[in-house]
């Protein structure tokens, strides 16, 4: 049942975005019980909440290509795919967008985005572990510096976002890595 | 009047949001007749585009330290700053707020945008003729690239951002420009 609200929830939210998600729409699209979905979830937030919380928990795809450049722009093609791809991008849009506007939507998006960094970070550390980069480097702020020209892009600037966009990116945190600037003690 | 009438629009936006942004309310504020900012602005959204249009046209005070660290570090400041900013910020957190959800408002937001990343792309250009820089650096990138972690951190990830971070930010894309990895023909 949790999976078949977690999939109506998602399509909702990819047709009619975080302000046209409602209980009721979510309970007939997944054949569970109105009421049923009350009690448990409680809510648009508790839906909402519930499906990130799922999402947070399916182990990434990090890419493992034996070098830290492919590695990191490997996980920038998964986020540039994935805002792309005509399933999943509305998805994903929706929840940025909902977590802008809505701070019980903001709580769980922040979790599930502190995941997903400190998942992709494996590929930083294993880059030290090799010698690939600077035994200080803040692992975590790679991914960030990595990924955030693809959503300031989408979601700032409104420009779109090339594979080759995606890759100069992760180009430039890894260049920033290894000049030594990204360590923990900042600047 | 356009000047009280766009005061009046961002003391609301600050205040309400773009889901609370009335043109009744921006009347009152601004103590132009209601039937005259309707006349004139038509709506919320030429309210928005108007108040965007007139900040575009203002000069940005970019910063001229005379080294491309200290520049590029000195407009992420802006950024940080400006959203740090109790007077500044909630305008300029509901801007973007209103532009990942409203078309309407996502248009004039984007030319913005566009035109401070022309504006600040001078400091860049700057650097490539003091021999700072390779010839070939897409200087709009190199901007993209140094505010992008700022934002990101703001509006998708939820983290704070300290005046450190802004400035690892600036230097990270600083490193890239160096290492060559930020022409405009991509990675």
Redesign the interface.
Known sequence: MRAAVRAATLAELAEH?Y?GLTVEAVAERSGVHKTTVYRRWGSVEGLVEDALEQAREEPWPIPDTGAVEGDLRGINRLVQGGFADPEHGPVASAF??A???EPQA??P??AF??SR?EQAAHVVRRAVQRGELPADVDAE?VI??A???I???L?????PVTE??A???A??????A??G??SPR??
């Open positions: 975005g302000k940025v967008a977590a802008v506007q903001a709580r998006l922040h985005f502190l960094h702020e960030r510096i990924v955030a020209p959503y300031y892009r979601f700032v600037s409104g420009e080759a966009d890759d100069r990116a180009d430039a945190a890894l260049a920033a290894k000049a600037v990204l900042g600047p």
